[in-house]
Every structure is written in C-alpha cells, then in structure tokens.
C-alpha cells in the first residue's frame, strides 16, 4: 500500500504564491513518475506538473514560467511552488506517483485564489 498526504492548499489573492507539499509513505520500490493533477468545478482533471525519475519536468502550458515542481527521491517527496496565482488556477490539487506501473492518489488539497 501506497498513501500520498497533501498540504500547502489555502486561499490567495490573485498575483500571490502557495507551496504545495506531498510525501509518499508505505511499500514503495521505484518511483517512475510523480507529480500534480488538479481539478476545477465542473471539469476534468488535468496535468499540472510531474517529474520523471530521470529528472525530466512537464509542466501545463497554463502554468509554464509560474509553476515549480521538486522531487526529494529520498524522502519520496514532491512540492510545487506556485507563482503569481490567477483565478483560474482554483482547483483541488492532486497529489500522485507511478510506480511498477500503478498510479497512486492523494485526497487532494483545496487551491482557491480571489480576483
């Protein structure tokens, strides 16, 4: 078993950051990928950023040039660092990790930014 705790969600104001953290606990051999999905109201998850275990980043192109991602391959962690928040990046952020070809998921952390 694989659990993925997420923190770091809150509210901002537009233009503002938020971190988001994640650590990765339980019977883990070798993490492929992992990364951020997230999930406004009414739409579909979708890709905000992972990081491969060749050190590889993919991000959206939504958040190109405002979002980082960072591994700790460690300590089986993975942060984003969120820069100049727009409204439209509201969402609940999704936590997750590949590993022997099953992907894992976090509950989820609540993003809100204010106009």
């Known amino acids: 078993q694989v659990q993925l705790v997420e923190s770091g969600g809150g509210l901002v104001q537009a233009g503002g950051s938020l971190r988001l953290s994640c650590a990765a606990s339980g019977t883990i051999f070798s993490i492929n990928h992992m990364g951020w999905y997230r999930q406004a109201p009414g739409k579909q998850r979708e890709l905000v950023a992972l990081g491969t275990s060749a050190g590889i980043t993919n991000y959206a192109d939504s958040v190109k040039g405002r979002f980082t991602i960072s591994r700790d391959n460690a300590r089986n962690t993975v942060a984003l660092q969120m820069n100049s928040l727009k409204p439209e990046d509201t969402a609940v952020y999704f936590c997750?990790?590949?590993?022997?070809?099953?992907?894992?998921w976090g509950k989820g952390t609540l993003v809100t930014v204010s106009s």
């Open positions: 997750f990790l590949n590993t022997v070809g099953i992907n894992y």
